[in-house]
């Protein structure tokens, strides 16, 4: 059994979760969900960011403390994932003491390496992300991800990360292993960068009211990007010998925009700490609104939780999978949601599972029967290949394809065969035996297929099939056979929307 650690960025604690931070947790769990499907020991991880200069005018405004307030936030995050069915093993939250654990030591290990220096930093700032950015960075002289707000000038004495030295290790890095930084067009925005030479960056700000002292400086505190990225050791037990057996990372899921932050900044603190990098790192896209990505900065047209209502969590997470490209960006609108889950979920989907159901029911009295292998069956064994190279490529829009794809094909299966007619004629019994087999066992697969992105709603086909248990192992696929289980009566799956 292999291991597979796979963690998403941590979310700020300055307002409540948007489609945007949703949307990398669902794919993340989709992930998640899969590898555990292919028999692997699974360990996921999402959390808080906690030490944020940016909660310290909400929980203001609200009488709280910052801890207070974090802990508030904390608790509607996690409700939030609970809601759409996020299979996370471990929450981690940077104001834990493990966490601050993990952040002294990769100071102290950085530090006796010889790569932790003082000086002095002059230059823009953006306070939105609390990033330092070179003017490079601007655009029309604005952090690009944060266009509706002007960026600082600030000039302070801080500790820096000698970041420069990195350049070179970096590079043969990112050559040999093609791997790290996915898909190809962040590989090579990250290689550019590096390539272009790497400035030394603040590892820490003077002291604020809020965030984690600075080893030996009581006057400073540790920036919150050094410490929000430690988060992926600290939560499997850095700096206890082995971590936990979880380390490296198989992968980190992080949206487009901190590429540089997970690819350039936090390989080089690893390799200045001696610490083993991550495989890879997936870059995502965004959710747009006409043209606009998503964000509390930005404001968003649509919340989280009208998006979950409007269907169910179930087909909000189909959604957002089968319509935004993992490897790129799309745009979210209430006609498209709609659209799609009338298409794929109400008719193609849906009416499938209720017409084979109703059928073993009609023509034999609920229990599936034996019947020979069909032209369907062989359509899921070549679906099977395409599903487990896209899904083991984290191509996830492309696995959800495939496997609806199937339920397209099931559906001319039944035109074709026409179960209906064949119940007329007894000399064609063993016919419908066929057809009728055929079609529970491909619907056990689409359970099986869909279950990293609708885990609810592939437990109820599956229970309405029959078998015990959840469908849990891919291996079980090529082999599915419901001969003799008694399917069930259910409501509509996917009760079609006139919204």
Not at 413 to 435: G, M, N
């Amino acid at each position: 059994m292999s291991r597979f650690y796979i963690t998403t960025a941590i979310d700020y604690s300055n307002g409540d979760p948007h489609l945007g931070h949703a949307f990398e947790k669902i794919g993340a769990d989709a992930i998640a969900r899969y590898r555990r499907l292919r028999g692997d020991d699974v360990h996921f991880v999402i959390g808080m960011d906690e030490h944020s200069q940016t909660i310290l005018q909400p929980a203001a405004e609200a009488g709280l403390s910052p801890q207070a307030w974090v802990d508030e936030m904390a608790t509607v995050f996690s409700a939030a994932w609970d809601e759409l069915r996020i299979s996370h093993d471990d929450f981690i939250r940077t104001t834990e003491s493990r966490h601050t654990r993990a952040v002294v030591e990769m100071i102290e290990r950085t530090r006796r390496a010889g790569y932790i220096f003082e000086g002095t930093y002059e230059g823009y700032y953006c306070e939105r992300c609390e990033t330092f950015k070179q003017e490079k960075d601007l655009v029309e002289g604005r952090c690009p991800e944060h266009p509706d707000r002007e960026i600082a000038w600030t000039k302070e004495d801080n500790y820096f990360f000698k970041l420069s030295a990195f350049r070179d290790r970096l590079l043969r890095h990112i050559d040999e292993h093609p791997e790290f930084v996915q898909p190809e067009i962040r590989r090579n925005e990250i290689r550019n960068v590096v390539a272009e030479g790497l400035q030394d960056i603040s590892v820490s700000r003077p002291q604020r009211e809020w965030g984690i002292p600075f080893p030996g400086d009581p006057d400073h505190a540790v920036y919150v990007w050094y410490d929000a990225l430690i988060n992926y050791l600290s939560a499997v037990g850095f700096p206890e010998e082995h971590h936990s057996g979880w380390w490296p990372a198989q992968l980190h899921v992080i949206g487009k925009g901190i590429t540089r932050h997970h690819c350039i900044i936090w390989p080089a603190m690893l390799m200045a700490a001696g610490v083993e990098l991550p495989k890879t790192v997936w870059a995502h896209g965004y959710i747009n609104w006409e043209g606009r990505k998503l964000s509390k900065s930005v404001g968003a047209p649509v919340t989280l939780t009208s998006a979950r209502e409007r269907h169910g969590p179930d087909p909000l997470r189909y959604f957002l999978l089968r319509e935004v490209p993992w490897n790129g960006d799309a745009d979210f609108t209430w006609q498209r949601f709609d659209d799609r889950y009338n298409a794929d979920l109400a008719n193609d989907l849906g009416n499938l599972a209720n017409r084979a159901l109703a059928m073993i029911h009609k023509y034999r009295d609920g229990v599936v029967p034996s019947g020979e292998e069909t032209d369907l069956d062989r359509r899921a064994q070549e679906t099977l290949a395409t599903y487990r190279e896209t899904m083991d490529g984290y191509l996830l829009h492309q696995g959800i394809a495939a496997a609806m794809q199937l339920a397209g094909a099931a559906n001319v299966f039944i035109e074709e065969k026409a179960p209906w007619k064949l119940a007329k004629d007894p000399s064609r019994s063993a016919e419908l035996d066929t057809v009728l087999a055929g079609l529970a066992r491909t619907l056990a697969r689409l359970a099986l297929l869909l279950s990293p992105f609708m885990p609810g709603k592939s437990h109820e086909l599956w229970q309405a099939l029959g078998p015990e248990g959840e469908p849990s192992q891919l291996a079980a696929y090529p082999s599915l056979d419901l001969a003799g289980e008694r399917v069930q009566r259910h409501a509509v799956l996917f009760p079609r929307s006139e919204t």
